[in-house]
Every structure is written in structure tokens, then in C-alpha cells.
């Protein structure tokens, strides 16, 4: 299996500040994808981000808010921008599982608070 | 609009008596399950998958799909305080690793 860390693993930001949050995984991916998981909520999908070409963002989501930058097979981040209060989540990145379970593996997930 | 749905409980069960979680998907052509489970404040893991129509069957695990009726469940037998989390369901509509999308989970409580 998959060996993902995170950074930062929580924090805590002003409104309209921007926070950038790394993942990093073991092995080389094709695929990386970036979910927010607000209180109460699933899992959302926000963007795919694929080495060497422009992440794919699901509806609701835009490049401004929510730039992702992917350098190599292995390192991707994802920085929230203009932060408000709802912006308040968890943000979670994720790697395919195999090509037989069609699935994905989880890092542990970055905690922020917008105040 | 693909939804997945699933009661959000909390679901609360004796210790050692079978808990049964329910999910239920609104895209037909979804081809692949999974049962996530989360401790608090931790990240989803995989618990379980199935593709086919029926029973699968992990130690205490159970998973068990009806593509008619669109539904699928998880039934944990002997149930313990550490089975106490939330538990999502996953759909897999596209056939990528990508296209999955998740229940709100329902929360589970094992009283000793």
C-alpha cells in the first residue's frame, strides 16, 4: 500500500490569508487527487492533479481559489486562497489504490480553522 | 446528479450484536463498492469492496450488493467498541480510480 504524509497536519489562519498544504507520497503516481471534507460532510472531490499537465477541477472549484501544483510523480500541493470561515475543513489527499480496486488510498488529512 | 446515500445514525449497538449499514446509489451503470471506515479525526481506510451481485465475506465483515435495487450494505458481526467510527460508502461510476464518489457516512457506536 501507499505511504502518503501530509504538512502541515493542522492549522489554524486568518481570513484572507492563504495556506499551501503538501502531499507526499512513497511511490510515483500518475494520478493525485485533492478532496475537502467539511464538518458533518463527505468527501468532495476538488481537483485531479496530474504530473506534467494543468489539474482538473470538479464543478464548484476554480484554479484562483484553489491553485495545485504538480512538480514530479510523487509531490503535489494545494494552496486555499482569500480564506473565509467556510473554508474551515478537512483537506485530504489521495492516491489510486491498483488497477483491480478501482479505489484510492487517503494521507492522513490536513485539519484547518479559519477564523 | 450522481448521490450516494446513507443514514447518518448514529447508529448504536450492543457489544458482540451485528450492526448493518445501509447505502444506497443513484447511477445504474456504477460498477465497483467500497466501505470505508473512519476513526474521528483520522483519514478514510478501505474495509471492504465487491463488484459482483451478492455475499463477500471478510471476518467479521460482511458485504453485500443488490445492483437492481441499487443498494449496498456492510454487516459487522460481533460488533466491538473498536468497530465505533464512521463509515462511508463509495461508488465507483467511471471504471477510473477517480470517479468515485462518497456517502456522508453513518456513524456507528458500539456500547460495551
Known amino acids: 500500500s501507499a505511504v502518503i504524509s501530509q504538512k502541515p497536519s493542522r492549522d489554524i489562519c486568518q481570513r484572507g490569508t492563504s495556506l499551501t498544504i503538501q502531499c507526499q507520497v512513497d511511490s510515483q503516481v500518475t494520478m493525485m487527487f485533492w478532496y475537502r471534507q467539511q464538518p458533518g460532510q463527505s468527501l468532495t472531490l476538488i481537483a485531479t492533479?496530474?504530473?506534467?499537465?494543468?489539474?482538473?477541477?470538479e464543478s464548484g472549484f476554480v484554479i484562483d481559489k484553489f491553485p495545485i501544483s504538480r512538480p514530479n510523480l510523487t509531490f503535489s500541493t494545494l494552496t486555499v486562497s482569500n480564506m473565509s470561515p467556510e473554508d474551515s475543513s478537512i483537506y485530504l489527499c489521495?492516491?489510486?489504490?491498483?488497477?483491480?480496486?478501482?479505489?484510492?488510498?487517503f494521507g492522513p488529512g490536513t485539519r484547518l480553522l479559519v477564523l | 446528479q450522481k448521490e450516494v446515500e446513507q443514514n447518518s445514525g448514529p447508529l448504536s449497538v450492543p457489544e458482540g450484536a451485528i450492526a448493518s449499514l445501509n447505502c444506497t446509489y443513484s447511477?445504474?451503470?456504477?460498477?465497483?463498492f467500497f466501505w470505508y471506515r473512519q476513526y474521528s479525526g483520522k483519514s478514510p481506510e478501505l474495509i471492504m469492496f465487491?463488484?459482483?451481485?451478492g455475499d463477500k465475506e471478510d471476518g467479521r465483515f460482511t458485504a453485500q450488493l443488490n445492483k437492481a435495487s441499487q443498494y449496498v450494505s456492510l454487516l459487522i458481526r460481533d460488533s466491538q467498541p473498536s468497530d465505533s467510527a464512521t463509515y462511508l460508502c463509495?461508488?465507483?461510476?467511471?471504471?477510473?480510480?477517480?470517479?468515485?464518489?462518497f456517502g456522508k457516512g453513518t456513524k456507528l457506536s458500539v456500547k460495551p
Open positions: 492533479a496530474n504530473q506534467g499537465s494543468e489539474a482538473t477541477y
Open positions: 465487491i463488484y459482483s451481485n
Open positions: 463509495a461508488v465507483n461510476y467511471g471504471g477510473s480510480q477517480g470517479n468515485l464518489i
Open positions: 489521495s492516491v489510486p489504490r491498483d488497477n483491480w480496486v478501482k479505489t484510492q488510498y
Open positions: 447511477d445504474q451503470g456504477s460498477q465497483s
